[in-house]
């Protein structure tokens, strides 16, 4: 399972300072304020490309049968993996719609965002983004998890017991966004490389539970060894 972001190290956005303008630019690129960025890349704060849904649903009246908690997303992934009942939760949620990326916004160092496959309800302690012209929703998803990202959400946290960032913060972050067809290209690269990371934690968890199986079954006779095995074992305990 990929771990959280740790927040002991954060910064907030910066200003490129009087050395990094003075970088000679390779052929095709230009200074921005986020660095080095190709020519036909844009800066562009996250609101003008994203906007907030906030569509309050009473769980008791949802058409939808799956509910989306904090817990449901796991950290550094874009896929909801699991997931709950609207029957299981009392208090107003948030609905979303496929395509939706949903962030959340509570303890934000735990790196939790994914982006919808279905229709739902999720906590409010996550924000629904919904992606406009110009941004992929899969983009976005996988933006969220940069540690630009990361730092500006948990340098805006507010609150001791329960530190969240908002909405109202998160529009204001500036991030690089290239044409649509790089970043169909970028979303393709690192889908096929979070499905293979997805198939190997798959992978082990089945041997680890085979293992688990195995262990308990042979310890306690409860599944016996062929003789030939054994008889294998015990001519090599004469070498």
Excluded at 41 to 69: C, F, I, K, M, N
Excluded at 165 to 175: G, I, M, P, R, Y
Aim: glycine residues 6%; neutral net charge; hydrophobic residues 40%.
């Amino acid at each position: 399972m990929r771990t959280a972001y740790s927040p002991s190290a954060t910064r907030s956005q910066q200003e490129p300072d009087a050395a990094d303008s003075a970088i000679e630019m390779p052929a095709g690129y230009k200074m921005t304020e986020l660095g080095p960025l190709p020519e036909e890349w844009e800066v562009v704060e996250l609101g003008r490309v994203v906007r907030l849904s906030t569509q309050s649903v009473d769980p008791g009246q949802a058409t939808s049968s799956r509910y989306v908690g904090l817990e449901h997303i796991q950290p550094g992934s874009v896929r909801i993996r699991s997931w709950g009942e609207p029957s299981q939760v009392r208090s107003f949620k948030t609905a979303f719609q496929p395509g939706d990326v949903l962030y959340g916004k509570l303890r934000p160092y735990l790196d939790k965002a994914a982006i919808a496959e279905w229709h739902g309800i999720c906590s409010t302690g996550i924000l629904v983004m919904k992606t406009q012209d110009g941004l992929m929703p899969e983009f976005l998803a996988f933006l969220a998890h940069t540690r630009h990202f990361l730092e500006y959400s948990v340098a805006t946290m507010t609150g001791v017991n329960h530190p969240r960032t908002s909405w109202k913060a998160l529009q204001q972050l500036k991030v690089a966004l290239p044409p649509l067809p790089e970043q169909r290209a970028i979303a393709g690269i690192l889908r096929s490389v979070d499905r293979k990371i997805e198939a190997e934690e798959a992978r082990k968890a089945a041997l680890e539970t085979l293992f688990k199986t195995l262990l308990h079954q042979l310890l306690t006779a409860q599944l016996g060894l062929p003789r030939e095995f054994i008889e294998r074992f015990r001519e090599h305990s004469h070498d």
